[in-house]
């Protein structure tokens, strides 16, 4: 008989194992050899449990095994211990599976909580994404809102489910959110698409008109009626794009073609009005020699020449016109006064009224001169006073009649 502290080999060749408290259990029979042999191949038995045992525990702190894969593993392995045909301490391996239900066990509440605190963590997210989808359903930020809505739908895709009533809910709300946002969008543009024809048809008006007066050379006229129609252009918003490229190269083409062609009449005129101002500018210093008037006939007759020549020259340029005129003016203007005072001085009803006012005024004067050595006479001087002050003021007035007389000839 062959013996071992964990199982022993009787004299037929049962094998038995034995646990702690001494008893024994028949798990086998050997009689291809010696007992020790028979020991020993029992005893391998036990070390592949011991093996397997080893493996779920290192698989159950390293990996991320399922309890519930874990828990059939561990009874599984159990039932093997159990009725084990192999000789070792059974039940240290017994133990050895009962601490490993405590760890699978220990893990499970880990990962209820874990999993509990996801769950929470997820839903917090999804209703931030459903709160955030709400908000962006109203804006009118169309590409920018449409691109974070895309965004949030691939954000919501990354997170952990919930429970079925809760994650239907949240995910009815959000996609009501996004499709309250692809209408609104959707009737947006439409709208959009609706104003764009309109303009579209308005500038095609506006086109047709801006050609038509493309050859027109009313210049006045109708570049204000261009600009007119670029208020208008302005006014009528943007048509489709395929179409406002095209739209506005002929508008402005048309425009460009009238614009052109009087830039070329508006630049021989001015070349032209440039030779009208020397010419006019000439008549002007010859009109001036002619001041300070002196014969008022060969004057009037002179400046009638220059006139008739500064009339058939034509137009000089708008900006030089005040000046070179205001010349001839000054010129036109100091014939003018020569003609009134020859005309006041030759006049004899003005020539008499001049003579009457001057001889009553002088007689006034005189009996003043009278009264006031009259009044020195008899020492009064006071009234001499007076009368000297409105002999002063009557002197006043004969010396401006004298002057008036003068200019008679008188």
Partial sequence: MSSDPWGRVDETGTVYVRSA????????????????????????????????????????QTTDLSAKDATTAIEHLREQVTDAHAVGDLEALGKRLDKLVETVDARREERKVQKAKQ?????HAKEALVTEAEELAQSEQWRAAGERL?????????????DRKSDDELWHRFSHARSAFSKRRKA?????DAQREDARQAKEKLVAEAESLSGSTDWGTTA????????????????????????????????????????SVFAERDAEQGENLKLKEELADEAEKLLPIG??????????????????????????????????HAVERALQESEETEWRRTNPEARARAEGLTGQLQAAVDKLRGQIET????????????????????????????????????
């Fill in 21 to 60: 408290d001494g008893s024994e259990r028949e798990v086998g029979s050997w009689q291809a050899g010696s007992p020790d042999e028979a020991l020993a191949y029992f005893k391998r038995k036990y070390d592949g449990l011991v093996v397997e045992i080893g493996l779920l525990e290192r698989r159950v």
């Fill in 119 to 123: 769950s929470d963590e997820a839903r």
């Fill in 150 to 162: 895309r965004a949030l739908v691939d954000t919501w895709k990354g997170l952990p489910r919930l």
């Fill in 188 to 192: 947006h543009f439409a709208s959009l």
């Fill in 224 to 263: 204000a009626r261009y600009r007119e129609l670029m208020t208008d252009w302005k006014a009528a918003g943007r048509a489709q794009r395929e179409h406002e490229d095209d739209l506005w190269n002929r508008f402005r083409g048309a425009q460009d073609v009238f614009f052109a062609a009087r830039s």
């Fill in 295 to 328: 014969d008022l006939k060969t004057a009037r007759a002179a400046f009638r020449s220059i006139n008739e020549r500064w009339e058939a020259i034509g137009h000089v340029p708008r900006d030089a016109r005040p000046k070179v005129e205001g010349r001839m």
């Fill in 375 to 410: 009044a020195r006479a008899q020492g009064n001087n006071a009234k001499a006073d007076k009368l000297e002050r409105e002999l002063d003021g009557r002197q006043a007035l004969l010396d401006q009649a004298l002057k008036g007389l003068h200019e008679f000839g008188g």
